[in-house]
């Protein structure tokens, strides 16, 4: 009778597990679900316009005006001094050779570029106002305001362009292009040709570049500074004028 109930006990314990394991095999593991790759960040596309090579002399015949932003540009000179020893000690100017650098960011004015023209210019006018150069001293802005530049009678220098040499048959906008501009150059009441060597790059709607130009002062009617036991200004300098313009729609 024991031996009875015992098997009726095993049976109903195996008749539980069997209906809380459903019975049969036991399920096979369902797999992970396989999630599809994120898609990749969508990347600026570069329009075709703006990586096209631009013939020059053979694009399109249309004038495009570049407006010089006084913010983004200098103009700078750049002139050897030396000094005597003692002479400016109380100024904290140590005898010997030293290079000066005068700059303004007073620079206005327009250049007009058509890749139809083979000569690639239109038009163009830089203006400077001299009054506004400055340097590492005072005493000498005021010698070089009031009497090199006499800024009271010719308040700026003006180069006017005439014309691009040097030029590339082809331009692809972005990169770095090396030419010379062509012009008369103002300064006082003196007008010389003068031939700026130039790099510039056109992005878009922004034209950049670095325009340098070496002069002597000589040439514009202005005598360096020679004061004995003092210093002396050499006679050559040089111009830079840096420029960011952009497209005038």
Do not use: H
Not at 84 to 94: P, R, V, W, Y
Not at 143 to 162: G, H, M, R, Y
């Amino acid at each position: 009778m024991m031996k009875m109930i015992r098997l009726l006990m095993s049976m109903f314990v195996l008749a539980v597990l069997v209906a809380c394991t459903g019975g049969g095999a036991p399920a096979e593991p369902t797999a992970a679900p396989v999630q599809a790759p994120a898609e990749e960040a969508s990347q600026p596309e570069t329009t075709a316009a703006e990586t096209a090579v631009l013939p020059i002399g053979s694009g399109t015949d249309e004038v495009r005006t570049f407006v010089i932003d006084p913010t983004q540009s200098k103009a700078s000179f750049l002139v050897d001094e030396e000094f005597f020893a003692g002479a400016f000690a109380k100024l904290g100017i140590e005898a010997g050779l030293a290079d000066v650098v005068g700059s303004t960011q007073e620079v206005a004015g327009e250049l007009s570029l058509n890749f139809a023209n083979p000569g690639l210019l239109e038009a163009g006018t830089i203006t400077v106002q001299t009054g506004s150069l400055k340097t590492d001293q005072n005493r000498r802005d005021e010698w070089l305001q009031d009497n090199a530049l006499e800024k009271k009678k010719f308040p700026t220098a003006t180069f006017v362009a005439t014309s691009i040499s040097g030029l590339p048959d082809s331009y692809t906008p972005g990169s770095e292009l090396s030419f010379e501009l062509n012009g008369d150059l103002t300064v006082r009441d003196v007008t010389k040709p003068v031939t700026f060597a130039v790099t510039a790059v056109l992005n878009g709607d922004t034209l950049t570049g670095k325009a340098t130009l070496p002069t002597r002062m000589t040439d514009y009617g202005i005598e360096p500074p020679n004061f004995a036991n003092t210093l002396t200004v050499a006679d050559e300098f040089v111009i830079e004028v840096d420029i960011t313009a952009k497209e005038q729609q």
